[in-house]
């Protein structure tokens, strides 16, 4: 067993095609109040081909930060993950997506937890939006965390509606645990919370800790955006057919909610007297909306965000609801095997 006081944090991230984003990530890095000799940064890079490599070697080069460059041909984040563990020299693996940024006081939060608590095994934090984002990724951000849509599940420092699961963008595990429960599976989407459940079902200690936040980028264009939550409700349903307790009813919520709006309005479009109680329902879902668009305008000091609120938040819960209603239809009620949803499109 290492010595709490000597812990030495190893940041594990995945990367394709994600050299910009990786810039901003090791600057990051770079500014955090932790001493440098206390973790080291081991970029997996995906089989990228716009110059990653390049830029990571060139950042080696004039960085006292001790960053590792590892390459595989294109496997997909988890192998990436479960390759860098494997590379890593750190007692704890701390993994950050691509698309992220950290606070100064990021890892210093996680090597206290793990100093201060040797039961301490695993941990989790939550993500959220720097200021000085683009208004569609403050709106994207107030969308995923809010109460209306997934809030409850994410990490944040309210109470949650479900049970949390340490998510890839912001969380972490002790080599012992690693060496407990293996490494990530083979699903491409919900990878993550599969590799939490085995985490918290090994029976050793998982924190969640609220302090402990990364700046998240998400998706860049509301297309993008939608390709991403209809991959979430799809692998809803792939890690029920894993383990069946990954899968509570919160996570029904927004199908439901979808296909009871499209019901609704067919009735109301055949049967008058039910047109008078759709539009009860529909004020309210769109005052609703539009008090969340006025708070994310406040929140943020940006109009356009507030504008641009209204818009995402039923794009999620729709792109969330049909990923989900067509995994569930395809691999519970028929029976059949393990889809993805987008993946030859899913970065256009």
Known sequence: MVDSADIRLSIIVPSFNRKVEIEDLLLSLEKQDLPKQTFEVVIVDDGSTDGTDKWVMDFQSRSDVDVHL???????????RNLGMEKAEGDVFVFIDSDCTAP?????????????????????GRD???????PLLLAINYSMTSFLTTGGMRGGKKKRLAKFYPRS???GLHRDLYKKIGGFGNLRHGQDIEFSNR????????????????YHKRRTSLAKFFRQVYNWGVARINLYKIDPTMLEPLHFAPAVGFWMIVAFTFWALIFPAVFSIWNVFFLLGLLALLL?????????KNIVTG???????????????LGFTLAFVRR?????????????????
Request: glycine content about 10%; charged content about 20%.
């Open 169 to 171: 963008f912001n969380m």
């Open 307 to 321: 504008l641009l609120v209204p818009i995402v938040m039923p794009l999620q819960i729709t792109g969330y609801g």
């Open 332 to 348: 519970v009620l028929l029976n059949q095997g393990e889809f993805t949803g987008f993946v030859k499109k899913y970065y256009r």
């Open 104 to 124: 100064p006081n990021w890892l210093r939060i996680i090597h206290n937890a793990f100093d201060n608590d040797p039961q301490l095994k695993a941990f989790g």
């Open 70 to 80: 590892v390459r595989q041909d294109h496997k997909g984040p988890g192998a990436a």
């Open 292 to 300: 969340s668009g006025v708070h994310a305008a406040i929140k943020y």
């Open 128 to 134: 959220d939006a720097r200021s000085d984002f683009p």
């Open 199 to 214: 985490m918290i079902k090994s029976g050793e200690k998982v924190a969640h800790l609220p302090d402990c936040v990364v």
